[in-house]
């Protein structure tokens, strides 16, 4: 990663599709975990440039170019790349104490925060005024916020992050129950809610099981902490 990694901090050639994408935070994270272990400034520095690429291409509104997988919904990224972007930046400031990226993260998760309706349901993709584009859910995107939103509440006992959560919690259920009819999709989520949204439509990505078991995790300890008063 280092080494393909270039001079503004992103990954473009080396990259899916050969694109510079400000999500690619959550993968640097993992530099700021080995030099977490190692000591090697090298990782660091690898992981603090490419979240410097991803905060110039952040409006201050907290929203980011550059951050789809596809050149076609540009303008308007899915929940799934806004909450990779978010999370890696909120990881790596946390490990490298840089609190620039902190902010950063937290600019965008509040936001995102303020648009989940009572139901749960967060819209699927948002353009640069946090204009929601098309009448769907991307289902691993609502359940990413739900984890890092879990994480905050973790550091500040903030209830409105964990009640915008325990929504989350309440929509991804339904969408796992309504969605899981028939032997071979018991349990499964989704790409998107309805189903046939832009999201990975008409198919059950196993990332969105993944993150929703690691909301279910997450959240359960949360409320064990909150009852016993920690």
Not at 151 to 163: G, K, M, N
Request: glycine letters at 8%.
């Amino acid at each position: 990663m280092v080494r393909n990694q270039e001079e503004d901090g992103s990954w473009g050639k080396a990259n899916y599709r050969g694109l510079k994408r400000v999500y690619d935070t959550y993968a640097a994270a993992s530099l700021a975990q080995l030099w977490a272990v190692t000591g090697d400034e090298l990782y660091a520095r690898a992981a603090a440039a490419n979240c410097e690429f991803a905060i110039r291409h952040q409006q201050a509104n907290g929203w980011f170019s550059l951050c789809d997988n596809d050149r076609r919904f540009a303008g308007a990224p899915s929940t799934h790349t806004i909450c990779y972007t978010a999370d890696g930046l909120l990881e790596i400031g946390t490990i490298l104490e840089e609190e620039e990226f902190r902010a950063a993260a937290k600019r965008t998760v509040a936001r995102l925060r303020d648009l989940v309706d009572p139901s749960g349901f967060l819209a699927g993709a948002f353009d640069e005024t946090w204009s929601p584009r098309g009448g769907y859910s991307c289902v691993t995107g609502s359940a990413q916020l739900a984890v890092i939103l879990v994480r905050l509440h973790q550091e500040t006992a903030d209830p409105s992050d964990l009640d915008v959560a325990s929504r989350l919690l309440d929509f991804l259920v339904y969408v796992q129950q309504l969605n899981s009819v028939g032997k071979d999709r018991s349990g499964a989520l989704p790409g998107s809610y309805p189903i046939w949204g832009r999201y990975v439509p008409l198919k059950y990505p196993s990332w969105a099981a993944k993150f929703f078991i690691d909301f279910g995790l997450a959240y359960r300890a949360a409320r064990a902490r909150v009852l016993a008063g920690d």
